[in-house]
């Protein structure tokens, strides 16, 4: 069956799929973390472990949130009603990210905090994906959307940005770039030229 054909179907049985499912089965890789923290299966760095899962998870929910427009203009797959709940878990789980580095990393220290901004760099750049996400997660609820009207398209153009510092924070915290590495690069490469090419007609 063509990917169009096979489709259809898909999308008429996410008709019954409610958003609210998107939320809660995005928490269990969350529920995953949690699980592991408390077996003893998170590694034996307990904090970097937990750091790193969550930046993982993260990138997930980013790079897929990014996936959703083309994969309805190229497979007529359509998620477009659960746009919302990815980028909003991509939000909460870089926040988590951020918390984990901030509390179990950092003590909740300024000054060591910022002593580790300077010695490792790329930490910026997950800081300035973080802070561009922070008025599109504030402005995803419906009241903003329609006061907002097509600024609000405009707003989420930073989504792009945002994602491109993530993808490059995550390369940049590997002492060689390992072939996974690449690999989101040239997905996120890929997701974002997909926007540039134009419509037929
Ligand atoms: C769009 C936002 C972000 C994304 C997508 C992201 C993603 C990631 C990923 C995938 C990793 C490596 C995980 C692994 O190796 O499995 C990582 C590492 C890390 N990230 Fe982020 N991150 C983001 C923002 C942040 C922010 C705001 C901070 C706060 C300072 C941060 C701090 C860290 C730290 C401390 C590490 C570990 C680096 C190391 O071990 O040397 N990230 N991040």
Known sequence: MSMAGLSTPINGALRRVPSWVVYLAGLIPLAWVVYLTFTGGIGVDPVKGIEHR?????LWFLVGGLAITPARR???LNLI???????????????????????????MLWSQA????VKRRYLLLGISAF???????ATSNNASIRKLGRNW?????????AVMLG??????????ISTEGWLWLTAVLA????RLVPRSR
């Open 153 to 161: 398209r405009r707003l989420h153009w930073l989504v792009y940005p």
């Open 74 to 76: 190229w497979l007529g």
């Open 191 to 194: 997701l974002l030229g997909l």
């Open 54 to 58: 969550l930046g993982k998870i993260a």
């Open 81 to 107: 009603r659960y746009r919302r709940a990815i980028g909003l878990l991509a939000f909460f789980y870089i926040a988590l990210h951020l918390s984990a580095w901030a509390v179990l990393d950092m003590g």
């Open 131 to 137: 802070i561009l996400l922070i008025p599109l997660a």
């Open 167 to 176: 993808v490059v924070h995550y390369l940049l915290q590997m002492k060689v």
């Open 114 to 117: 910022l002593a580790d901004l």
